[in-house]
């Protein structure tokens, strides 16, 4: 059930400067070697691309074990056996980024290829990747700038975490059409208000919203 939620959040981090906005060209995807999402992907096609790179990586170890599987001593306290992140497996294949945007973006009528506004499933890792990829490309892309604290703990331990996130961030450029409107709400909150560029979300805005529609309910404490 998703409960309609009104503005009211303090950010646990933010950026030291302000925002560069500066204008950048849009290549049609990724150029080999370079890290997913790095660039301003404009459509589907640079998108789907970066989905595709982002598959073709090679598998990690564990950032919570070290690739040992091993569960430690805090893990242990709670009754873990093995580690709780990669359940004792010691390494975490890549993702796959073609499922997380099936898994993300709506495949129907007008709407096709805009974020779904229902949050995906988050109970095995491959759902938890893809919830997490969803729910930073509402927080950059301006749909809800509170900050993403669950989305964050259901990625713990995952070494893909720094792909994941910039993936996000071009899937919200693509998909909001900005990648800013978190940097900038916060960055004016910590810091004082400064000049904001016309046409961004109402959340980006100091007097705006924090999210725009509904919010899933398993993220309320987000605005607490």
């Known amino acids: 059930m998703n409960t309609r939620m009104t503005p009211g959040t303090t950010p646990d981090a933010a950026p030291d400067s302000a925002p560069d906005t500066t204008a950048t060209a849009a290549p049609t995807g990724p150029a080999a070697g370079e890290p997913v999402g790095s660039t301003t992907l404009r459509g589907e096609a640079g998108l789907l691309a970066a989905a595709q790179q982002l598959g073709r990586l090679a598998a990690r170890p564990c950032a919570r074990c070290g690739a040992t599987g091993a569960p430690s001593a805090e893990d242990r306290r709670f009754g873990a056996r093995v580690c709780p992140r990669c359940d004792g497996v010691a390494h975490f294949p890549a993702p796959d980024g073609v499922a997380i945007l099936r898994a993300i973006l709506s495949s129907r009528g007008r709407s096709r290829a805009a974020l779904r506004t229902s949050a995906p499933a988050n109970r095995s890792r491959a759902e938890c990747r893809a919830y997490f990829v969803w729910r930073l ?88």
């Open 137 to 224: 490309a509402r927080f950059h892309g301006g749909v809800d700038v509170s900050m993403p604290a669950l989305a964050a703990t259901l990625v713990s331990g995952d070494p893909f975490v720094t792909e994941l996130h910039a993936f996000a961030e071009a899937v919200a450029r693509v998909t909001c059409g900005t990648d800013l409107a978190a940097a900038f709400r916060w960055f004016g909150a910590l810091h004082g208000d400064a000049p904001l560029p016309a046409g961004l979300p109402a959340t980006a805005y100091p007097a705006g919203p924090v999210v725009l529609g509904d919010k899933p309910e398993a993220e309320a404490l987000e605005l607490v």
